[in-house]
């Protein structure tokens, strides 16, 4: 009887402590539902506050529709927040009607067909090169020419600062000793192909005797024609120098 006694007592312990864990187990879930809507409202807000339509993917399209910032367990068509681009509808019937009507009736496309017409009658902003060219700055950095003095004698004094600045060691220089024992150039060539157009040269040279004049217009149809030697780039001189004197003397104070 006792044993009996013992047993009936154990059974309804672990009853009871079954019945416990239950209790728990469902107030637990319980406290997860109220937490759940919060946290999850939270994750949507981020999303919301953020997302653009570029980038939500359509999984997140579908994630975002689903839920209402304001009422949480209701569907919602925009519950996202259309950031750069304007929704097509608001989700009624008057903004749906106005949608499908732009829609049929092309009114992109009359639109777009009206701001052509428009500014055909507009004067054009363009120019009809190469009989009509724009202004181009006196720092514009072109074809590259060696500047003389107005009594003809060459500015280049062989200091070979311009070589040793080119970063694209685009120019190779040779020199000689004169008689009266100054120096000159016997060889100055400039790769134009490899030239980047850095303006460096100008910079370094102490006598402005290498500059970049404003003549754009020099392709050719072979390699060859672009290794510039000393006698191209004096003749280059020879030709731009008004245009080169003038850029230089306007900026002579920045310079």
């Known amino acids: 009887m006792q044993s009996n006694g013992a047993a009936t007592g154990t059974a309804s312990a672990a009853d009871a402590g079954r019945a416990n864990t239950a209790q728990m187990a469902q107030a637990n879930a319980g406290i997860e539902r109220e937490r759940k809507p919060l946290e999850s409202r939270q994750i949507v807000a981020q999303y919301i506050k953020y997302a653009t339509m570029q980038h939500i993917s359509r999984t997140s399209k579908h994630f975002l529709n689903k839920f209402s910032p304001n009422t949480f367990w209701q569907p919602s068509r925009n519950a996202y927040k259309y950031v750069g ?4 509808s608001d989700g009624t019937l008057q903004g749906d009607t106005s949608a499908a009507m732009a829609s ?9 067909a009206a701001t052509v017409v428009g500014h055909t009658f507009m004067e054009p902003v363009t120019i009809n090169y190469p009989f009509e060219k724009g202004p ?7 074809e590259h020419a060696l500047r003389r003095y107005p ?3 060459e500015r280049c004094i062989a200091c070979k600062l311009c070589e040793a600045i080119c970063p694209a060691q685009a ?3 040779e020199t000689e000793t004169r ?4 120096r000159r150039t016997t060889r100055y060539d ?6 980047i157009y850095c303006g460096l040269c100008q910079e370094a040279c102490p006598v402005d005797a290498i500059v970049e004049g404003p003549n754009f217009e020099y392709s050719t149809e072979t390699h060859e024609e672009l ?5 191209k780039l004096l003749s280059n001189g020879d030709r731009w120098e008004p245009e080169l004197a003038a850029n230089l003397q306007s900026e002579f104070l920045y310079r």
């Open 151 to 153: 009594s003809g004698e």
């Open 179 to 182: 008689p009266d024992g100054s």
């Open 85 to 88: 681009e304007t929704a097509a």
């Open 104 to 112: 049929a009736l092309f009114y992109e496309m009359i639109k777009g």
């Open 136 to 142: 181009l700055s006196a720092r514009f950095r072109g």
């Open 171 to 173: 120019i190779t220089i």
């Open 227 to 231: 290794l510039y030697n000393k006698e």
């Open 190 to 195: 400039i790769d134009m192909t490899k030239c």
